[in-house]
């Protein structure tokens, strides 16, 4: 089992070697790959890195516990990316390439004619490195933990291996590198999936009989829709929407689309993204049911710790021990495909960003790119659960914060004069406060976090026009 893992783990190293070999001495080929990535290229990296261990362990627990009523949450979470891709994407990579900069938060603070809102780019730095490292520390510790269960390795080891090679392979050849491998990792998680589902649909049957048993274990497995939500049916779909949509407050994402060759590659981008993102969705979400039939032991625990024993029981109950070492190593390829990408979001946040001293200097992104990396080993290894909490709203916050101001941007609006950095304050308490009252079971946390902001935005827009009014009569 193990010897499948470890080739899987030299194979993601070579070929970010081999990417490393393309590498030019600018910052900019460093942090964007030169602006030159294909599309296919491009689109496999941001899905993969757009579907970290979630997918692996939150939708296929969810779909444990709560039955198709993941299908409803997945399709809505789709319709947000999607409406991403067709509002903003395009402007994001037409936008970035003339003000040429080569982070998120550098292009939400860059106005029209080159100036930079200086607290608007350092508060967005903040921003991207605070919930990005953690993130990343989360990743290398999923990756430990399915190491220990599948391979009763000690804790420290997944970590530990998957912070070196990340390493080695983003400071030798940054985003190039980062999404060489990411493509690798994109196959491996999709054939991982599709080998689980192939076994457990053969266990018990075709999903019509995956459907009848699922019927008789608990009716409301097969309601495509919960209870009565708390707060009504719009704002709990729209909430989900609208995590589909905060892609655009990712940093590790959103520089995927920044790197391509050209706006015109946008189209072809988006559809090999969703070629990939929508299958790989129904098999988690098979995954997830399948395994509530095969381990209905697992059923007393929170959705979390389904997700986290979920995959490795499935496996170990259906799969050859040779075929268990393909599953390991789609799940660690999930958690590496994210945690690189977000080591480098995080080093283009400190050098282009929060402290753009040296940004025009390669040198200085790799000392970032390895400090950032060395910063999320000892998370990993050290930080307690209250750490990772974080993690648990680190996309929300990031969509909530960056998201809106992006936004504003895109469409000509000004974030200039205190109103981008009060936007991001107020997505970033709505959101926080809203996960600590408890709240996000009844709603997700980004509507209230995007609406705050976005009403921040509207009180700025009317008080600027009130005074636009009232100057005449002065």
Known sequence: MWLGFIAALLGFTLIGALASTRASDSVEDYLLAGRDVHPWLA???????????FMFVGLLGYAYSSGLEAVSFQIAWLLGDLS?????????????????????????????????????????????????????????????????????????????????IVLLYSVAGGIRASIWTDVAQSFVMLGAMLVLVGFAWAEVGSPAALLAMLRDIDPALVQWWPAQPRFGWAPYLLAFVLGGFGAVGQPHIVVRT??????DDIAPMRRVYFAWFVPFSVLAVLAGLYARVILPELGSSTVASVGELALPELSRALLPQVVV?????????????????????????????????????????????LAVCALALAVALNADESVFRLVLIAWSVLAATLGPVLV??????????GRGLLMMTAGLATTSAWYLLGLSGQLYEVLPGVAAAALVWVVARAVEAARASATPDA
């Open 325 to 369: 070492g393909l599953v390991l190593a789609g799940l660690f390829a999930a958690t590496m495909s994210t945690a690189d990408s977000q080591v480098l979001a995080c080093s283009a946040a400190v050098t282009q960003d929060v402290w753009p001293k040296h940004r025009d200097s390669r040198r200085a992104s790799k000392l970032a790119t």
């Open 258 to 263: 920044m790197s391509l060759r050209s706006v």
């Open 84 to 164: 991403a891709w067709l509002v903003a994407q395009r402007r994001i990579r037409e936008r970035s390439g003339r003000l040429e900069v080569a982070s998120l938060p550098r292009l939400i603070a860059t106005r029209g004619d080159g100036a930079v809102d200086r607290a608007v780019l350092v508060a967005g730095g903040l921003l991207t490195f605070t919930f990005l490292s953690v993130y990343a520390a989360a990743q290398l510790n999923a990756g430990s933990l399915a190491l220990h269960v599948l391979l009763g390795w000690p804790m420290w080891a997944g970590a530990l291996i998957g912070a070196v």
């Open 408 to 417: 504003v941007r895109l469409f000509g609006g000004r974030v200039g004069d």
């Open 43 to 53: 689109g496999l990296s941001a899905v993969a890195t757009n579907n970290s261990g």
